[in-house]
Antibody
Framework: QLQLQESGPGLVKPSETLSLTCTVS??????????WGWIRQPPGKGLEWIGN???????YYNPSLKSRVTISVDTSKNQFSLKLSSVTAADTAVYYC??????????WGQGTMVTVSS | QSALTQPASVSGSPGQSITISCTGT?????????ISWYQQHPGKAPKLMIY???KRPSGVSNRFSGSKSGNTASLTISGLQAEDEADYYC???????????FGGGTKVTVL
């Protein structure tokens, strides 16, 4: 049973870079049937897709965040990561990692709250 | 403002059927059947309920069904139960520039 777990700092200062890692267990991140994605949800608001990555390293980003986002994959550790630069209070959100297959996000991590504040 | 439009809230009594709409445009919902629906209980991660517009993942109750007509996708919950009270989000593929867009979410209340 595939499981995903986010990890990273819960507090980031304005203008700095938010860094999160998603560890995949119960399956291989190199499985050719899956893409791996990040989705966020500001407090009390809806979901926003951030981007996806394939095990080969191919990336797909939300155009509104593309200039600040980098998603990478480490197949040796069965992990993929998110970096979001120049953060502001508007980036405060619960960040989810998820697997995507069948053109849907089928397995989600529990989410991790990241607050941007000095 | 979300790319896909959903009603803010829908309510129904136990046993009734309700339908949540998800309205997009020609660049997303109307052009692709790659629409998914997610259920989210408070403080929990979203759960996939429908994919490719009308397909149900294994383990999801057959009380949940999806459909699409033109630029509007719909999620119908039949035989409404107290446990169905949650937020529901639609998501659509939107081509090779925007890729994936979510709706703003619909709060379902069981009266």
């Amino acid at each position: 049973q595939l499981q995903l777990q986010e990890s990273g700092p819960g507090l980031v200062k304005p203008s700095e870079t938010l860094s999160l890692t998603c560890t995949v267990s119960g399956g291989s991140i190199s499985n050719t049937n899956y893409y791996w994605g990040w989705i966020r949800q500001p407090p009390g608001k809806g979901l926003e897709w951030i981007g996806n990555i394939y095990y080969s390293g191919a990336t797909y980003y939300n155009p509104s965040l593309k200039s600040r986002v980098t998603i990478s994959v480490d197949t040796s550790k069965n992990q993929f990561s998110l970096k979001l630069s120049s953060v502001t209070a508007a980036d405060t959100a619960v960040y989810y990692c998820a697997s995507k297959t069948g053109d849907a996000f089928n397995i989600w991590g529990q989410g991790t709250m990241v607050t941007v504040s000095s | 403002q979300s790319a896909l439009t959903q009603p803010a809230s829908v309510s129904g009594s136990p046993g009734q059927s309700i339908t949540i709409s998800c309205t997009g445009t020609i660049i997303d919902v109307e052009s692709y059947d790659l629409i998914s629906w997610y259920q989210q209980h408070p403080g929990k991660a979203p759960k996939l309920m429908i994919y490719e517009a009308f397909k149900r993942p294994s383990g999801v109750s057959n009380r949940f069904s999806g459909s699409k007509s033109g630029n509007t996708a719909s999620l119908t919950i039949s035989g409404l139960q107290a446990e169905d009270e949650a937020d529901y989000y639609c998501c659509s593929y939107a081509g090779t520039v925007t890729y994936w867009v979510f709706g703003g979410g619909t709060k379902v209340t069981v009266l």
